[in-house]
């Protein structure tokens, strides 16, 4: 399978604009996206205890699930770059009665503001297929950094699939046309990425988001 990532043409600041207008209806527009959450994070098997941290968390449906896992001896960290995403999450967290076990701040993933090795997973689900392709190593590095030895990478995104058919080359050339229309979004393929980076037992598995839409969840562990 080719391993073309096409370019990422759209701004940070239009990123930015971008979620803070979807934010209210987000959760409806996604809802096919679930699933491969929800699998990912059966992937990232955190544990009572954990510090996990979710780069991207948007609207905070995984900072509640992770929390309750993580149990009142763990904690959440969570970043985004959209102060709206940020309001929404903070008031998620809240309704859930989880403000002591939860950490949400705004912030870049090219740039995360925590010391080297305090994560057992750093999880983020469609972020990467939003940045642009030279910036996708520079972000693994950051999330390589404050993994702590033996932690796990986790990362779910819109992706090219392995059939003929999931090849996305028709979504490729309207992104190109109009990226902001699908959120930015545009499929990647990063396995390989986490391979050159060094990490361990990488691992890909495909999905189709609301059946016609292929998503990969790839993940790997920083070495001891
Ligand atoms: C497609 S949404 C995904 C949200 C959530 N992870 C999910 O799967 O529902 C993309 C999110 O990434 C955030 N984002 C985009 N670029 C970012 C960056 N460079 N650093 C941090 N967050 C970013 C956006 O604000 C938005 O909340």
């Known amino acids: ?18 979620y803070n207008f979807l934010s209210p209806i987000y959760d409806y527009l996604t ?43 763990g904690k959440v960290y969570g970043i985004d770059i959209s102060p709206k995403m940020l309001d929404r999450s903070r008031k998620k967290v809240k309704k859930h ?22 994560f057992d997973v750093v999880f983020s689900s469609y972020m ?12 693994l590095v950051e999330f390589k950094r404050v993994l702590k030895r033996k932690g796990r990478l986790v990362l779910v995104s ?7 058919y999931s090849n996305m080359k028709v979504y490729e050339w309207i992104y190109s046309k109009s990226p902001s229309l699908f959120g930015g979004c545009r499929p990647v393929l990063l396995r390989s990425f986490l391979e050159e980076l060094g990490f361990q037992n990488v691992k890909r598995k495909f999905l189709m988001a609301g059946r016609i839409i292929p998503v ?8 001891k």
């Open 1 to 18: 399978m080719t391993n073309v990532v096409v370019s990422a043409p759209i701004t940070t600041k239009k990123v930015q604009r971008l």
């Open 31 to 73: 809802r096919n996206e679930n699933f491969s959450k929800k699998k990912g994070l059966e992937v990232a098997d955190i544990k009572s205890g954990f510090v996990a941290l979710e780069v991207a968390f948007g609207t905070g449906q995984i900072i509640i699930e992770s929390a309750l896992k993580v149990g009142k001896d």
């Open 97 to 118: 009665a989880l403000t002591t076990r939860v950490d949400l701040q705004l912030g870049d993933a090219r740039k995360l503001p925590y010391t080297d090795e305090v």
């Open 128 to 139: 990467l297929d939003l940045i642009d392709t030279p910036d996708i190593s520079k972000v």
């Open 158 to 164: 819109l992706s090219k699939g392995e059939s003929w």
């Open 216 to 223: 990969e969840i790839v993940w790997g562990d920083k070495p």
